[in-house]
């Protein structure tokens, strides 16, 4: 299994970015995507997954409203849209993939992690 996160910039408070993690290697039955991020100083925390077979999605509370997990089928690739962006969300972003969803925000818990993507949000 192999993740490839991309997209990550400098962006303005109130701004939008969305990330990209190609894969490879997976088998999609059972596949779970998620996404983390981690800012200096912090533990990695869990920002969203999605089921891929259903598109079955969750989200932290400290994003959901704002951000969005979905899957281009075609491309093997999973995106996070993150809208009205704050500086609290500066972070490196990392996708991820495991199958099964029991404690899905539990970092530990995910066995393939992509190489991460850095965001910061700052006028």
């Known amino acids: 299994v192999q993740l490839q996160a991309s997209g990550g910039g400098l962006v303005q408070p109130g701004g939008s970015l969305r990330l990209s993690c190609a894969t490879s290697?997976?088998?999609?039955?059972?596949?779970?995507m998620g996404w983390f991020r981690q800012a200096p100083g912090k533990e990695r925390e869990f920002v969203a997954t999605m089921r891929w077979s259903s598109g079955t999605s969750y989200y932290a509370d400290s994003v959901k409203g704002r951000f969005t997990i979905a899957r281009d089928n075609a491309k093997d690739t999973v995106y996070l849209q993150m809208n009205n962006l704050k500086p609290e969300d500066s972070a490196i972003y990392y996708c991820?993939?495991?199958?099964?969803?029991?404690?899905?925000?539990?970092?530990?818990?995910?066995?393939?992690w992509g190489q991460g993507t850095l965001v910061t949000v700052s006028s």
């Open positions: 991820a993939q495991r199958w099964g969803t029991s404690d899905y925000d539990d970092p530990v818990t995910w066995p393939y």
């Open positions: 290697g997976l088998t999609f039955s059972g596949t779970v």
